[in-house]
């Protein structure tokens, strides 16, 4: 049963493995990115008379920005975007008919490629951002802590990404509710700011969600402001956003393809 | 040039017929492009909502620098840096020698054909913030600054013309590199930030180098009165002609180094 998964997670990872210039252009690239984030944020720390801004000091809010720059693609998927491309060309009618649990063989190639972004990705850039950035280590075992967080949170994402590309069945032009869908994740994982940024009141509602454990919640993990305990917490409350998300995804998944022609466009 | 005015307007016209040919699709793409793009303003007012935000701008200020941006690199991306994006495909494909068959001017009919309605929505949102963010301003418009401004833009344009230059002459010997193409839109996010945020080399480089400075806090500067040194300007338009003729000469020498083997 797990050989055959692990087929699709190794597949994805020679697939990533055939295209190596990407991996030399995100060495190029991220930088950039994350000179860009320190840049903006020690202007703004300079020109405020406070030494923190919504709970961070200025070390804390660049090492944030650091760990979602060179981890922080750990969790980001193309499941929805594949399945999509799947509808509208009316090849899904071919893979729904392969021998395997059509989500979990998704799900394995997504984990493939995030294990390969792990490895070829995140850990040359974490040693950049170590040597020319001084991206600190706050604690070791928190920075293993928050990786492991971060693979529930791609599981999360993965669920999630599943369930919303049921819409794709109605409209079948999937790329602008793609959009929508990639823009949505990262503003309210806390990609493009920590949560605690924002107003009060959208703060307590983004709570009852699960996008701020995906990136938010494993940062702040790294950033050692959670006791052992807390992280704990943390993962359980995301294994439970994974057990719902996969159960709601099941269900309207059942109900979609009954309804599904199978035609593309 | 009625024939390169005629092939103008039948392109506009077949690709409005596109773009609104899937009403539903156009729709979340509409949806898509508004939501992308108020994002940014949104951060903006969070971050001045718990900070004093950067020095020397105001929270309507950056609105109006961003919006700057904004509308000059969708008015790139429907026109001299769109060359890149039509013509990527084709090379990738091997399928660019149709545009050398064609009896235009090749880098003319390359910019013709560049157009796309889908940044349409992103020049419409880019004002309907710039309008915004005047009217809250309160300023007084004079008619050098607006001058200044829209020529501005118009050299901003001239430097993504030489960045599509050189991006075009590097994708015709590797046309499958297309993720270089994430390095541009990286740093392109220099353009949203005041420049005197940034270090000497920094602001160096973003107006002589990648001159992104110039489509968005150069402009700003000069309509919201905080630079008075028109003599600058001068020195902006030389870097904008140099720029014109590196794209124009990047081109060239692409198109007579293309192999049309695809990728």
Redesign the interface.
């Known amino acids: 049963m797990i050989n055959k998964y692990s087929e699709f997670f190794k597949m994805e990872i020679k697939e990533d493995l055939a295209?190596r210039?990407?991996f030399i252009?995100?060495i190029?690239?991220k930088p950039?990115?994350m000179m860009?984030n320190i840049?903006?944020w020690t202007?703004?720390?300079?020109?405020?008379?406070?030494l923190s801004?919504?709970g961070f000091s200025i070390g804390q809010t660049i090492n944030y920005f650091l760990f979602q720059a060179v981890f922080g693609n750990i969790i980001f998927n193309n499941i929805s975007e594949k399945i999509g491309a799947k509808i509208y060309s009316g090849e899904l009618s071919t893979s729904l008919l392969k021998p395997v649990n059509f989500s979990i063989s998704m799900v394995s190639k997504s984990l493939g490629g995030r294990f390969f972004s792990l490895i070829y990705e995140s850990i040359p850039t974490h040693a950049i951002a170590m040597l020319f950035f001084g991206m600190q280590i706050y604690n070791k075992p928190a920075i293993i802590l928050s990786i492991i967080s971060l693979f529930l949170g791609l599981l999360i994402n993965c669920f999630f990404s599943l369930s919303w590309s049921l819409l794709y069945f109605k409209?079948l032009?999937y790329?602008?509710?793609e959009?929508?869908k990639r823009?949505?994740i990262q503003?309210i994982s806390g990609f493009?700011?920590p949560l605690n940024?924002?107003?009060l009141a959208l703060q307590n509602v983004l709570k009852f969600l699960p996008f701020n454990f995906l990136l938010y919640e494993p940062t702040k993990i790294f950033l050692n402001i959670y006791s052992f305990k807390e992280i704990l917490g943390v993962m359980l409350i995301q294994i439970v956003w994974i057990i719902v998300l996969y159960g709601t995804f099941n269900f309207f998944f059942k109900i979609t393809l009954k309804k599904f022609e199978g035609v593309g466009a | 040039m009625n024939k390169y005015i005629d092939v103008l307007v039948r392109h506009i016209l077949m690709d409005f017929s596109e773009f609104f040919s899937h009403k539903q699709a156009t729709f979340f793409q509409f949806f898509a492009d508004f939501f992308e793009f108020f994002l940014q303003p949104l951060l903006l007012y969070f971050i001045y909502n718990i900070s004093s935000g950067f020095q020397g701008w105001e929270i309507n200020e950056m609105f109006f620098l961003i919006a700057t941006a904004r509308i000059s690199l969708s008015l790139a991306g429907s026109s001299v840096l769109g060359i890149v994006f039509s013509n990527l495909w084709r090379l990738k494909s091997g399928n660019f020698h149709q545009v050398l068959l064609k009896p235009f001017n090749t880098i003319i009919y390359m910019i013709i054909g560049s157009f796309n309605a889908y940044w349409i929505m992103d020049i419409t949102s880019g004002f309907l913030l710039l309008i915004y963010s005047i009217i809250k301003l309160k300023i007084q418009i004079t008619l050098l600054g607006t001058l200044s401004y829209f020529y501005l833009i118009f050299i901003s344009l001239l430097c993504y013309y030489g960045i599509a230059g050189i991006l075009m002459n590097f994708f015709f010997k590797n046309p499958r590199s297309e993720n270089i193409l994430d390095i541009f839109w990286t740093a392109s996010r220099f353009s949203n930030y005041p420049l005197n945020i940034f270090p000497n080399v920094i602001k160096f480089i973003l107006t002589f180098i990648f001159p992104i400075a110039l489509s968005s806090y150069y402009p700003a500067s000069y309509f919201l009165s905080k630079s008075a040194d028109y003599s600058l300007i001068i020195v902006f338009s030389i870097i904008g002609l140099a720029f014109a003729i590196i794209g124009s000469y990047a081109i060239k020498d692409g198109v007579k180094n293309h192999v049309s083997f695809g990728g």
């Open positions: 295209d210039s990407r252009l995100w190029i690239s950039i990115s860009i840049l903006i202007a703004i720390f300079s020109n405020s008379n406070s801004i919504g409209t032009n790329m602008p509710l959009r929508i823009f949505v503003f493009y700011l940024f924002f107003p």
